[in-house]
C-alpha cells in the first residue's frame, strides 16, 4: 500500500458541506480526481456567527492510501487526521551539542495561529528530553516556528486566530563519517521526524480550539465505492474512492 499525506484546503458552505477541494501540488494527478469526490462527502460542524450558521475555510490534514484489491484495481483510501490552519514549517536543526552527546527526545510546543498569518504566544508545555540539552532543542524549535507559512482559518470570509498543539521528535540517524566530521565542525543535522513520511513538524499540528469541526465518523459521507472496497480502520474518518485511471 502507498501513501501520501497532504494538508488540504477546504471551503465549508453553512450548511457544513464541503463545497471546495484544494489539493496540495505534490498528490499525484491521477488521484486528484477520486480523493475530492470522496473529501467532497464529508461534513462538519460549521461555525455560528450572530445565531447563525457561516461558510469557513480549514485546512485537513489527511493521508491518502492507494490500497491493491485482489482483482487488480486500486481503491483510494482517505484517511482525516485532523484540521485546523493551514501550515508549512521547516524542520528544525538538531542542536550541534545534543547530536554529539547522543541526545534525542520529543518536546511539545503551543502557539497561536493569529489572523495576519505570525505565529504568537509560543510556549513549551511539555517535554521529554535530558535537562543539559533541554534550551537548546527549544532554542532549534523555536527558530523553526519563527519560519512558519501560516494561513488562518477563515470564518463568514474574515481570518480567526487559532491555537496550536506542535510536537516535535528528534532522534538521531546512524551518522556517516561524512555527517559526523560535519557536526564536530558545528555545520548542524536537521531533525528526524518521528516517521520517514512527516516531513514537516506542521503535518503533526493539532488544532485546540477550530471554529470548523467534524461530525462523528458515523455521520461521515462514504464516499464512492466499489464492490471489494477496503473498510476503514475502526474509530477513523475515511472514506474510499477509485481512481479511475489506476484501473
Known amino acids: 500500500m502507498r501513501e ?15 463545497s471546495s477541494v484544494l489539493l496540495p501540488p505534490e498528490v499525484p ?20 456567527r450572530d445565531g447563525r450558521a457561516v461558510t469557513a475555510r480549514t485546512w485537513a490534514t489527511t493521508v491518502l492510501q492507494v490500497v491493491p484489491q485482489p482483482s487488480g484495481d486500486y481503491r483510494l483510501r482517505v484517511v ?35 489572523p495576519d498569518g505570525s505565529l504568537a504566544d509560543i510556549e513549551m508545555v511539555s517535554h521529554q ?13 523555536r527558530t523553526a516556528l519563527a519560519q512558519c507559512q501560516v494561513s488562518p482559518e477563515l470564518v463568514d470570509g474574515k481570518p480567526v486566530a487559532t491555537r496550536m498543539r506542535l510536537p516535535f521528535v528528534f532522534k538521531l540517524h546512524r551518522l556517516s563519517a561524512q555527517e559526523f566530521s560535519a557536526i564536530r565542525n558545528g555545520a548542524g543535522v536537521g531533525s528526524e521526524p518521528a516517521d520517514d513520511d512527516a516531513a514537516s513538524p506542521a503535518d503533526q499540528a493539532v488544532a485546540l480550539n477550530s471554529p470548523v469541526q467534524p461530525l462523528e465518523p458515523a455521520s461521515w459521507g462514504a464516499g464512492v465505492t466499489g464492490e471489494g472496497a477496503p473498510q476503514p480502520p475502526a474509530g477513523s474518518h475515511s472514506s474510499n474512492a477509485t481512481p479511475n485511471a489506476m484501473r
Open 4 to 18: 501520501y499525506h497532504a494538508r488540504v484546503a477546504l471551503d465549508v458552505d453553512a450548511e457544513g458541506k464541503v
Open 29 to 48: 494527478s491521477v488521484l486528484v480526481a477520486a480523493a475530492r469526490e470522496t473529501i467532497s462527502h464529508w461534513r462538519f460542524k460549521p461555525p455560528v
Open 80 to 114: 482525516f487526521q485532523s484540521n485546523g490552519p493551514g501550515m508549512a514549517c521547516p524542520a528544525p536543526r538538531y542542536p550541534v551539542e545534543a547530536a554529539v552527546g547522543g541526545s534525542q527526545g520529543n518536546l511539545v510546543m503551543e502557539a497561536t495561529a493569529q
Open 129 to 141: 528530553l535530558k535537562r543539559a540539552y533541554t534550551s537548546a532543542f527549544e532554542k532549534s524549535v
